[in-house]
């Protein structure tokens, strides 16, 4: 029978598999030590999940497609997440670490205003960060770190410091998913040409007009990345937010429009996608510095 697991707590994932529960709000996990397996369940998440896979073990279905892990690879849940997996192997324990945490570890602490920053809590299927032996070490290294501070008597100053260790995990995590960025160089540069042949089709037709403007989201769908993907990756690439990359693209065209066209700013607004002309003017006066009858003007003295 399939498994259902609305996972809110940690001692419910400890339980799965037979491991000792040491905090209520935050475990690192040995699934070496495991004393009991999982061949099939799906997962509600309710807590942040970090695992290093140092073998491929089970297949994970993330969302509507397969989660395309291997060897070394971090997977990494949020809560509000769903995932099912499926065990490919007969052994009860596997080699495979991790840390799980709820999010009221978090509260009221400088790490849970910034979690959500950590945005590979949210990559994809075709995502996943691969790490080298080195940056394998350094993982371990931080969740031994966490372990050895669970192990001890929890006093005043132990939420301070684990949410320190978690902090200093998720920052090498931040540095091996810049690398893999600079490492796939070419594969984003195709990403962004891609983009940009994206942006002026949709511009080019009535698609803004009848669908307004496009969305991030539109364009990552367009690229299959996932939103926090394609901005992380358009950020590397050019220094720029998808959100900005589309406003600059927005801007030329309607400069283009006020200079080369007779139509009136409301008829330029409405064929960019602009629901009111006033939005396409406070856009334009941000980021031109004056109107665009005042640029118009400029353009043809």
Do not use: W
């Not at 031994?144 to 005043?156: C, G, P, S, T, Y």
């Not at 690398?179 to 037709?205: H, S, V």
């Not at 006033?278 to 400029?298: A, M, S």
């Amino acid at each position: 029978m399939d498994k259902i697991l609305n996972l809110d707590n940690v001692n419910q994932y400890n339980q799965l598999y037979g491991l000792e529960t040491l905090h209520p709000l935050v475990s690192v996990v040995n699934l070496n030590e495991a004393t009991r397996g999982v061949d099939f369940i799906r997962v509600n998440y309710g807590l942040y999940a970090l695992f290093l896979k140092l073998e491929k073990s089970c297949d994970i279905k993330y969302g509507r497609q397969k989660y395309d892990y291997e060897e070394g690879t971090i997977v990494c849940f949020a809560p509000g997440q769903k995932a099912e997996t499926t065990s490919t192997v007969t052994t009860v324990r596997t080699n495979a670490y991790g840390i799980i945490f709820h999010p009221d570890l978090l509260r009221g602490t400088s790490l849970n205003k910034t979690i959500k920053n950590y945005t590979f809590f949210s990559y994809e299927v075709n995502e996943a960060l691969h790490v080298s032996e080195e940056e394998r070490t350094i993982i371990l290294d931080c969740l031994n770190i966490i372990r050895k501070e669970l192990e001890h008597n929890i006093d005043k100053h132990s939420k301070k410091l684990i949410v320190t260790y978690i902090e200093l995990l998720l920052g090498y995590c931040t540095r091996f998913y810049e690398r893999q960025f600079f490492t796939r160089g070419k594969i984003n540069r195709d990403a962004l040409t891609r983009f940009e042949y994206l942006l002026n089709e949709y511009f080019e037709g009535n698609t803004a007009e009848r669908d307004g403007l496009p969305s991030v989201k539109y364009f990552a769908d367009k690229l299959c990345l996932s939103p926090n993907y394609f901005g992380d990756m358009l950020k590397k690439e050019t220094g720029k937010s998808p959100q900005e990359y589309i406003q600059e693209k927005v801007i030329e065209i309607a400069k283009d429009r006020m200079s080369g066209t007779e139509d009136t700013v409301s008829q330029i607004a409405y064929s960019l996608g602009f629901q009111y002309p006033q939005h396409l003017c406070r856009l334009f006066k941000k980021r031109v510095g004056c109107t665009p009858n005042e640029y118009r003007i400029q353009i043809n003295s």
